[in-house]
């Protein structure tokens, strides 16, 4: 009985867990350029002396997922929706480098060209992208960035910089718990991405299908139920238990 009540222990905490990273990814269901967090419980071996048939169940993050989200026109110019396996390289606040797939960018005040959240957009270089003052602008299918400088006629368009386009597979990267993807370490540094990389005007949408995550979030709910009768049960016999030894 105590094996049980340990396996349906370890059982509710995972499943815990693993409604968390469902809430996660429903919480961020509208979150441009999201990617749902795959997580499930699984069965893992306890370790130290003993029987090896000892099993219990675990928590364990299985990855992120590489689906394309829907693709919307916005028509805003600073808009960019990246291709498959194409990543927008931004500057953390610890000055890291680390890539999304979020291309809702926006001009500071002093003209720097920043991620919604407000961290720097890095050019081929590395360094902070900086738009001069414009009458016009305009972000080209491979990140090239134009603009018609202020007071000159629209035939005056000169590229100030090129947004940094990094080619990687999802599972390649490793996201942290600011959202961001990176490098594991010891990684060799992702090559720039060539040819046409985004989609301008445009943004990508989650991925997360919230009609699989609500399903998820009421089997795992269910499932957490279960596992709290398993150790209600045991406790109720443990109870019934001692009753019989102290009546003799």
Avoid: C
Avoid at 23 to 40: D, K
Avoid at 50 to 59: E, I
Avoid at 102 to 110: C, E, I, R, V
Avoid at 119 to 140: C, F, K, R, T
């Amino acid at each position: 009985m105590d094996k049980a009540m340990y396996v349906a222990m370890t059982g509710a905490s995972a499943t815990l867990r693993a409604q968390g990273a469902v809430s996660h990814n429903l919480a961020n269901a509208n979150t441009v350029g999201f990617q749902a967090t795959l997580a499930g419980t699984v069965a893992r071996p306890v370790d130290g002396d003993g029987h090896g048939s000892r099993v219990a169940a675990a928590y364990r993050t299985l990855g992120v997922s590489d689906t394309a989200g829907a693709i919307n026109a916005t028509g805003n110019v600073l808009d960019v929706a990246m291709d498959q396996d194409r990543w927008l390289a931004v500057q953390t606040p610890g000055g890291e480098v680390a890539y999304t797939r979020a291309g809702d960018l926006k001009l500071s005040q002093n003209g720097l060209l920043t991620t919604a959240s407000g961290l720097s957009v890095l050019d081929q270089n590395g360094a902070p992208i900086a738009i001069p003052p414009h009458e016009s602008l305009l972000i080209g299918n491979d990140g090239t960035i134009s603009v018609v400088p202020l007071g000159q006629p629209a035939n005056t368009m000169a590229e100030v910089g090129r947004l940094q386009i990094a080619a990687a597979r999802t599972l390649d990267l490793e996201r942290g718990e600011d959202g961001l993807m990176r490098l594991p370490p010891g990684a060799e540094p992702l090559p720039p991405a060539a040819g046409v990389v985004l989609t301008s005007g445009a943004l990508e949408q989650s991925n997360v299908d919230s009609t699989s995550m609500l399903v998820s979030m009421i089997q795992l709910s269910r499932q957490f139920e279960m596992q709290v009768r398993v150790l209600q049960s045991g406790d109720d016999n443990a109870k019934a238990s001692n009753s019989l030894l102290s009546a003799r």
